[in-house]
C-alpha cells in the first residue's frame, strides 16, 4: 500500500482551493478527530466499543484520503480489542501525517 504523506493537503485544496489558512485548520480539526478517536479506542470497555471507534476512524480517514491510517483502522475494527501493536501502528501512521 502507498503512502502518500500529502494525500491529506491534497484533498483538502481540491475542496476549499488555495487557502493555506483554511486549510491549516480543516487539517487541525482532523488530527484533532483522529486523536479523540485513538482516546475512545484506548478507552473501550467492550469490543464493540472499540469497534465502533475504529470504524469511526476509518471514516475520518477515508473522508481525508489518509489511505494507510484508513487500512489500519479497518484492521483494528476487525482484531481483537485493546491490541497494543495495533495502536501502535496507528499512533505510527498520524505521527507521519
Known amino acids: 500500500m502507498a503512502y502518500d504523506p500529502g494525500a491529506i493537503d491534497a484533498t483538502l485544496a481540491a475542496a476549499v482551493g488555495d487557502e493555506p489558512a ?3 485548520e480543516l487539517r487541525e480539526a482532523f488530527l484533532d478527530g483522529v486523536q479523540r478517536c485513538l482516546e475512545t ?11 465502533s471507534a475504529a470504524l469511526r476512524l476509518k471514516g475520518l480517514a477515508a473522508s481525508f484520503g489518509a489511505v494507510r491510517l484508513m487500512a489500519l483502522a479497518t484492521e483494528a475494527a476487525n482484531g481483537q ?17
Open 41 to 51: 479506542m484506548k478507552s473501550a470497555d467492550s469490543p464493540d466499543a472499540w469497534a
Open 81 to 97: 480489542a485493546h491490541d497494543g501493536a495495533i495502536l501502535r501502528r496507528l499512533h505510527r501512521a498520524v505521527d507521519r501525517l
Open 22 to 24: 483554511l486549510i491549516a
